[in-house]
C-alpha cells in the first residue's frame, strides 16, 4: 500500500509538471493573439473600410449582434480602395522609399559607430565590462524626447555645433544642419547606438582571443584575421543589431518631426497626419499595414538565417 500511494503521489506530480509546462509555452502565444494578432486584425478591418464623419470615423462597422446576415451584407462592402489609393499616390509611395533610405543609412553608420565600440568593450578587462555596459544603456535612463531635443539645441544655426566650428575657423557662416535628412540620421544614430551596441557586444564577448593567435601563425596579416574570424563570427550580432535598429527607424516619428520638419518625408509623419489631421481612420490604418507588411520581410530573413545557422 505505502508503494502504490507513492507511485500514485509521483505520478500526480508528474502530471503536474507536463501540465505546468505546457501552460508556461503556451503563455508567449496567447500573448502574440492578444497584444498582436487581435489588434492587428482590428486595423486590418478598418482599412478595408471607408472614411465617415462620426463615431466611429469609419463604416462599416462590423457587430455580430446584429445578425449574420447583416454582418454579412457590411462584410460584402469592405473594400481595397484605401491600398490602390496609397498604389498610386506618389506622395505615399516617396514617403515609404525615403524612410527605407533613411533608416538604411542610418542602420549603417550605426553599425560603424557600433562595431568599435563594442569590439573595445568585448576587449576590456572582465572588470570594466559591468561598468560599460551601463554606461551604453545609461542614456535609457532620461526622456527620450528630452534627448532627441537637446539635438536640437546643438544642431540649430546658433547651435553648439555652429559656434564650435565658427570658434575653431571650420566654417565662415553658421551651416544650416537642423531640419534636413541629415539630422534626422544623426538622431536616430544616436538614439538607436546602444540597440547595436549591446547584440554587437554579446558576439564579440563569446569569440575565443585563441582563434586570432591562431590565424597569426598561419600567417594571415591582422587586418585579414581580423575580417575572416572577428568579423565574420559576429555575423549574428550585427544582423540582429541591423534589425533593432532598422525596424524601429523606419516607422519613427519624434526624430524626423523634431530634426527633420517639414522637410523631411517619412511614413510616421505621414501616418501621423493621416490620423490625427485628416481623421480618416481607414487610410492611415492601410498606411499601418502596408508598413508592418515591409517590416515582415527582414523580420522573416532574419529567421530563416538563424534556422539556417542551427542547421
Known amino acids: 500500500m505505502p508503494s502504490s500511494s507513492n ?7 508528474g502530471g503536474r509538471r507536463v501540465l505546468n509546462a505546457s501552460f508556461v509555452g503556451l ?20 482599412s478595408l473600410s471607408t472614411a465617415f464623419y462620426g463615431q466611429p470615423p469609419y463604416e462599416p462597422v462590423l457587430d455580430l449582434a446584429e445578425g449574420v446576415g447583416a454582418t454579412w451584407e457590411k462584410v460584402k462592402t469592405l473594400s481595397l480602395g484605401n491600398y490602390t489609393f496609397l498604389a498610386s499616390d ?18 549603417v553608420l550605426t553599425l560603424l559607430c557600433g562595431f568599435p565600440i ?6 576590456a578587462p572582465r572588470g570594466w565590462r559591468p ?57 536616430i544614430v544616436y538614439a538607436y547606438l546602444p540597440f547595436m551596441i549591446l547584440p554587437l557586444y554579446a558576439a564579440l564577448e563569446r569569440q ?9 601563425d598561419l600567417g594571415s596579416p591582422p587586418w585579414l584575421a581580423f575580417w575572416q574570424v572577428t568579423v565574420r563570427l559576429s555575423v549574428p550580432g550585427i544582423v540582429a543589431g541591423s534589425l533593432l535598429v532598422f525596424i524601429p527607424a523606419v516607422g ?22 493621416e490620423f490625427f489631421l485628416n481623421h480618416d481612420w481607414p487610410l492611415s490604418s492601410a498606411v499601418a499595414v502596408v508598413l508592418l507588411v515591409i517590416l515582415v520581410v527582414p523580420i522573416t530573413l532574419f529567421q530563416r538565417y538563424q534556422a539556417r545557422e542551427v542547421e
Open 131 to 187: 561598468l560599460l555596459i551601463a554606461l551604453v544603456i545609461m542614456p535609457f535612463w532620461t526622456s527620450f524626447l528630452i534627448r532627441v531635443y537637446a539635438w536640437v539645441g546643438i544642431l540649430k544655426r546658433e547651435g553648439l555645433l555652429n559656434a564650435v566650428l565658427l570658434e575653431l575657423g571650420a566654417i565662415g557662416e553658421p551651416l544650416t544642419i537642423l531640419n534636413t535628412n541629415f539630422a534626422v540620421i544623426v538622431g
Open 252 to 273: 519613427e516619428f519624434v526624430i524626423p518631426n523634431l530634426l527633420g520638419g517639414s522637410n523631411t518625408l517619412m511614413i510616421g509623419q505621414t501616418l501621423w497626419n
Open 208 to 216: 575565443d582571443p585563441a582563434l586570432l593567435e591562431a590565424a597569426s
Open 118 to 123: 563594442a569590439h573595445a568593450m568585448a576587449r
Open 7 to 13: 507511485a500514485e503521489a509521483r505520478a500526480g506530480r
Open 27 to 46: 503563455l508567449p502565444y496567447v500573448w502574440l493573439l492578444v497584444f498582436f494578432l487581435i489588434p492587428f486584425l482590428i486595423v486590418l478591418k478598418i
Open 90 to 107: 506618389s506622395l505615399y509611395v516617396e514617403a515609404y522609399l525615403s524612410s527605407l533610405k533613411i533608416a538604411a543609412i542610418a542602420t
